[in-house]
């Protein structure tokens, strides 16, 4: 299983801290490759290991998820949640249009 949760990845997040921003912008993205569950994660808390994000599943919508419950995740064949090792940061407007969702 690939790094979740990379050194990099956390200094970016402690840098930006908790982005209580109507615009904030998205640092990395989840994603699981058996079905259309997508997590872009905007904050991360180290101390209880959840993240603030967009979560786009069965409806789209702003919300916490954990990093213990990303790597408990199993689809078929034991594939496993992934990072979208090529995720460049964007802001969550962006994002939103990309996805066709209302602002």
């Known amino acids: 299983m ?3 949760l990379t050194s990099e990845l ?5 840098e930006l ?3 209580d ?3 904030p912008l998205i640092v990395t ?9 997508t ?4 904050s991360y808390n180290p101390e209880n290991g959840t ?8 409806e789209t919508e702003l919300g916490y998820f954990a990093m213990e419950d990303l790597r408990g995740l199993r689809g078929p064949t034991g594939l496993r949640v992934e990072r979208d090792l090529y995720w460049r940061e964007k802001r969550l407007n962006y994002q939103k249009k990309e996805l066709l969702i209302e602002k």
């Open 29 to 37: 993205k989840f994603f699981t490759p058996w079905s259309r569950w």
């Open 10 to 14: 956390l200094s970016r997040f402690a």
């Open 39 to 42: 997590w872009f994660a905007f």
């Open 21 to 23: 921003e109507p615009n």
């Open 2 to 4: 690939k790094n979740l």
């Open 17 to 19: 801290g908790p982005q």
């Open 51 to 58: 993240f603030f994000g967009l979560i786009k599943g069965t």
